[in-house]
């Protein structure tokens, strides 16, 4: 992954963007509070966004309801914001543009040029290699 394609994901619009979601579906959330997804999902959360837990190998986390996947989720999502390894991330892509997520966000160490494009030209605002949680923090202040 060169630094070239991980800024082309940066852009502050789109950033801005997907921090305006209100419901967060976070994919790859662990009940493991040493998880990274664990704390910024509970940062999410005490900064009053909707969490949405997805993760299959959960039944809940954070006293939420976990659903195996984003189609599963009831009503609408306005960011996917992913935890998950870069193989993964393709058919998450596609799930997303599926149920009308607004954003795709890749957090800090993932990339997926292919999969970010994809999800760009279905309209998604789409960020990679950063945390929410950071991004938000910093916006916030």
Request: glycine share 6%; proline share 7%.
């Amino acid at each position: 992954m060169s630094n070239l394609a991980t800024t082309q994901w940066q852009n502050p619009q789109d950033i801005e963007r997907c921090l305006q979601a209100t419901r967060i579906a976070v994919v790859g959330l662990s009940n493991n509070p040493m998880r990274p997804s664990h704390g910024v999902a509970r940062y999410l959360q005490a900064a009053g966004y909707e969490v949405i837990p997805v993760n299959p190998s959960e039944t809940t986390v954070l006293d939420l309801v976990c659903y195996p996947d984003l189609e599963a989720v009831p009503g609408p999502v306005g960011l996917v914001n992913v935890f998950r390894q870069p193989d993964a991330v393709m058919p998450i892509a596609r799930s997303a543009i599926a149920i009308g997520a607004k954003g795709l966000w890749l957090q800090l160490g993932i990339n997926h040029d292919e999969a970010l494009t994809l999800a760009q030209e279905a309209g998604l605002a789409c960020v990679a290699d950063l945390c929410t949680k950071v991004e938000h923090q910093r916006r916030r202040r």
